[in-house]
């Protein structure tokens, strides 16, 4: 779509469930992030109450008819997706105003690749609306859902405001508290759990909305400060860890809700592995909710199950589980087809699933496996797919990220839903569980490590295009690692206008592994000062991750070196240090031991300023193909790992190079 153009959504889908409004970005820098909300307006338009606007502090509406359903990292960027109801919104409601702003100095024109796109139930993509036209905007309207007699349109809008999230709400009748003040902790359980009464109640149906829906959260807000809605953002509260150890010895192993002991056969493990998640998934609803919103289920009461039995043809098939969501009278349901270890999915009883799906009217097959498919395309080539049932697939690297974010970052109401969460990540994370995620480089990795070594490589190798792809996706649970451990969105950063298309990027690492034996990737870590190059040297058998920091702004040249060794000062002393003057790709370079002694080495002959630093550590390859002590895939965790924790970490956030007053 072009910028002010409509469209009925009538014409697009015969859909009926709740939509998807995605909002996507490519943030060059790797610096910054944006926050989604959604007003919800009146034929004056303006908001009803506080509880019509969507944010991050309230992330669904009362009645759930429009909900945040997080952010994502994506093959492209990052995107955040959010859920919406047009059945179930209140007859009031006129239009449903989609927007996004950044805190300042940050900008919309930072960031590359705005993009909005909307899907129907089936997850069927239906338009997308790009934006190249961003500026100084610090919040953004991309578009809005508005009523024309008894259906809806929506139109590209694509305007920004300076004034931030406080501009954006008050200009639609929000009242504004941008201070950064916590309301008492029992205050915050009170609230927190009539938010779980509420999304336990059973569903009513969609003509039984009321005109002025329930807004406790709303008055939960007004308690702090009357008719104001608190911008600063929530803190997490943490699940307490346990104080005191009454074991004898330290061989003695804590007793584990899920155990993993008397696993014998793969299908042991995916039928316990199925049955443990989809229990969780019921019993603790902020998490069942994670999971179902990527697929497009509606907001409700979840429930699951396991080993039914349906008749196909001539015989019958058992998926592995089912999820079914009852919203509004209506109910959504997904077919689970689980596979643990290293089994693969099979495409026969996929498309049996499918078959059985669309002749009971079910929305959608997911398959489950520790396959990870970074670009949203499904890992099983089908002969066949249907056009009514949704195919999507998750790995279990996905479910342990989503529980382990809400159980230590984002939190849950209930504590024994947090102590069922840190369970299910314990079950996860035994080995003969089944669920670790890619763990392995493929039985290509040796081949192509040899032929690299011996320069023999070429293109054209099919073992090259599959080493390309396992390493997308090792960069790919790498983030999904560290973002866990950090709270941070961590991701990929991949330019769409680049380098967005799958395979053309697996042929470019194809490419370097032929001319250079070697495989790089950029990811992106809040408040790095960049995004971190990660590169695998095949030939010298070394991995180094690389970031550009900004330099201080000092009136002397040395002032500048001085304030990067005082950062440094606990890092690993072979970690290379190179200064960079504009337009320059190269300066002088040192070990970090080296300047430590004698800063004035990295200074640059003829007096010309330091502009930014690049900082490279370097860390042993395992040569063999997984996790074990010497495979690759532990040895490109463990180098990670080390920069983050000992050269990103190092570099204060409080410390802003470019913030600082000249010395």
């Known amino acids: 779509m072009s910028k002010g153009a409509n469209v009925d959504l009538a ?37 009803r109450g506080d509880g019509d606007f969507v944010f991050y502090n309230q992330p669904a509406t009362p009645d759930q008819s429009v909900q945040l359903l997080g952010k994502s990292p994506t093959g492209s960027g990052s995107e955040d997706r959010i859920l919406v109801d047009l059945r179930a919104l ?6 449903v105003l989609v927007a996004a702003s950044r805190d300042a100095p940050a900008t919309f024109g930072d960031l590359n690749d705005l993009r909005l796109s909307l899907s129907d139930s089936a997850g069927e993509v239906l338009l997308a609306f790009d934006i190249d036209d961003a500026t100084v905007e610090t919040a953004f309207i991309f578009g809005e859902l508005y009523r024309r007699g008894e259906g809806w349109k929506f139109r590209a809008v694509g305007q920004g405001y300076e004034a931030g999230l406080a501009g ?54 007004s308690r702090r400060r009357p008719g104001r809605v608190r911008t600063a953002k929530k803190k997490a509260t943490l699940p307490k860890a ?10 003695w192993h804590g007793a584990r809700l899920f155990s993993v002991s008397g696993l014998r056969s793969n299908q042991e493990r995916e039928a316990r592995a199925t049955s443990t998640l989809l229990a969780v998934m019921a019993q603790v609803p902020e998490f069942g909710r994670r999971l179902t919103a990527r697929f497009n289920a509606p907001a409700g009461t979840i429930q699951t199950f396991t080993e039914a039995s349906f008749k196909h043809g001539d015989t019958r098939v058992r998926p592995d589980g089912i999820i079914r969501v009852a919203r509004a009278g209506r109910i959504w349901t997904a077919l689970i087809e689980t596979k643990t270890g290293g089994n693969p999915l099979k495409p026969e009883q996929v498309e049996a699933y499918l078959d059985v799906a669309a002749r009971h009217g079910y929305e959608t ?38 529980a382990h974010m809400l159980c230590h970052h984002h939190g849950v109401a209930n504590p024994a839903h947090a102590w069922l969460l840190n369970e299910l990540l314990c079950y996860l994370r035994q080995d003969n569980a089944g669920c670790q995620g890619f763990q392995d480089m493929g039985q290509a990795w040796v081949p192509v490590r040899n032929a690299v070594a011996a320069g023999t490589l070429r293109l054209g190798d099919k073992r090259a295009m599959q080493i390309a792809e396992n390493w997308e996706k090792l960069i790919w649970q790498l983030c999904l690692r560290l973002s866990g451990e950090t709270g941070l969105t961590i991701a990929p950063v991949l330019r769409r206008r680049r380098d967005g298309d799958s395979a053309v ?17 950029e990811v992106r870590v809040p408040s790095a000062g960049g995004p971190v190059l990660v590169e695998a040297d095949l030939r010298t058998g070394q991995i180094e991750t690389t970031v550009e920091l900004p330099a201080a702004e000092r009136a002397r040249t040395l002032t500048r070196v001085q304030w990067l060794l005082r950062q440094l000062a606990e890092a690993p002393p072979e970690l290379r240090v190179e200064a960079l003057s504009p337009r320059r790709t190269t300066g002088p370079c040192d070990l970090l031991k080296n300047l430590q002694a004698e800063p004035g080495l990295l200074v640059p002959e003829g007096g010309a300023q330091i502009t930014s630093f690049r900082l490279t550590l370097a860390t042993g390859m395992g040569t063999k193909r997984g996790t074990e002590e010497a495979g690759f895939v532990r040895t490109v965790d463990m180098a990670m ?11 204060k956030a409080d410390a802003a190079p470019m913030a600082e007053n000249g010395s």
């Open 11 to 47: 014409n697009l889908s015969e859909a009926s469930g709740p939509i998807t409004v995605v909002l996507g970005w490519t943030d060059p820098s790797g610096a910054g992030e944006a926050d989604v909300s959604v007003l919800l307006l009146g034929s004056d338009g303006r908001v």
């Open 90 to 95: 209140p007859p009031e409601v006129e239009r």
């Open 168 to 221: 954006l709400a008050t200009d639609f009748g929000i009242g504004i508290d941008e201070s950064d003040d916590q309301p008492p902790a029992e205050q915050q359980a009170d609230e927190q759990q009539a938010d779980e009464q509420q999304a336990d109640e059973p569903p009513a149906d969609a003509d039984s909305v009321p005109a002025a829906p329930d807004v406790r959260p709303a008055e939960a807000e």
């Open 242 to 251: 346990a104080k005191l150890n009454l074991a004898e010895h330290a061989s």
């Open 365 to 402: 097959v997911i398959t489950l496996s520790n396959d990870l498919a970074p670009d949203g395309e499904h890992p099983l080539p089908l002969r066949r797919r249907s056009r009514k049932v949704a195919l999507r697939h998750l790995s279990w690297a996905e479910v342990a990220h989503e």
């Open 505 to 521: 990027r697996r042929l470019q690492t194809v490419n370097s592994l032929v001319e250079a034996g070697r495989m790089s990737a």
């Open 641 to 651: 790992d080390r920069f983050h924790q000992q050269v990103l970490q190092a570099i």
